[in-house]
């Protein structure tokens, strides 16, 4: 089955600086990937997703790529404000399945 | 709000008792999922639901769990005979599939405590 790789488990930057953070996908068959933050004890949200008919998709400060060849996809938030500490979960799936395999976190702490 | 609802939002039970939960996803939704979280980790895949038929349960979901969607609509979770282990939070989350992926929306979740 599909298995998600993530990392950092870990991030920390400066208030202004840029995030990224990478995940591997194990299954060729995956064709959509979501990227979901989730504040402390509140549920996930997607915030971007990307298809696999697609290299790369940006929505204001947010961006993902996605490399099909290398079967990686990474997130990238630039001029990160406070805010933006969460924990952040990227996801795969196949069309048939619909059902979301995680990875398992990348808890970013962003300091004014 | 007419988001995923799901409850109780918290529920503690000793070791050994049945618990069920219930999720009312978004109406329009046709595909109900389950998930489990532990702290610290992703949300696990546990069972989902295209109106009341029930697709697919995770091979790592052990047989006191149980899920149903009779009419399509809400669907319960239920966990007999509880163990310590079983101790997390239970999301669902629903999405309008069609013929191809659509993002799921979740739920806040019902935290369980087995003591």
């Known amino acids: 089955g599909e298995n998600v790789e993530q990392h950092p488990s870990t991030l920390s930057v400066q208030e202004g600086d840029s995030a990224v953070i990478k995940c591997t996908y194990s299954d060729s068959a995956s064709n959509y990937f979501p990227w979901y933050k989730q504040e402390l004890g509140k549920r996930p949200q997607l915030i971007i997703d990307?298809?696999?008919?697609?290299g790369e998709k940006k929505d204001q400060r947010i961006a993902v790529t996605l490399n099909k060849t290398a079967k990686h996809f990474s997130l990238h938030i630039t001029e990160t404000q406070p805010e933006d500490s969460a924990v952040y979960f990227c996801a795969a799936s196949m069309n048939q399945g619909g059902k979301l395999i995680f990875g398992q976190g990348t808890e970013l702490s962003v300091k004014p | 709000d007419t988001g995923v609802s799901q409850d109780p939002r918290h529920k503690i039970t000793k070791r050994g008792q049945n618990v069920t939960f219930r999720c009312d996803p978004i109406?329009?939704?046709?595909?109900l999922y389950w998930y489990r979280q532990t702290l610290g980790q992703g949300p696990e895949f546990l069972t989902y639901f295209q109106n009341e038929a029930q697709l697919e349960k995770s091979r790592l979901l052990s047989d006191r769990f149980s899920a149903e969607r009779p009419k399509g609509s809400f669907s319960t979770l239920e966990i007999q005979r509880t163990e310590q282990g079983d101790s997390a939070m239970y999301l669902c989350?629903?999405?309008?599939?069609?013929?191809?992926?659509?993002?799921?929306?979740f739920g806040n979740g019902t935290r369980l405590t087995v003591t």
């Open positions: 990307i298809r696999s008919n697609v």
């Open positions: 989350a629903s999405s309008l599939y069609r013929s191809y992926n659509s993002p799921l929306h």
């Open positions: 109406s329009e939704h046709n595909r």
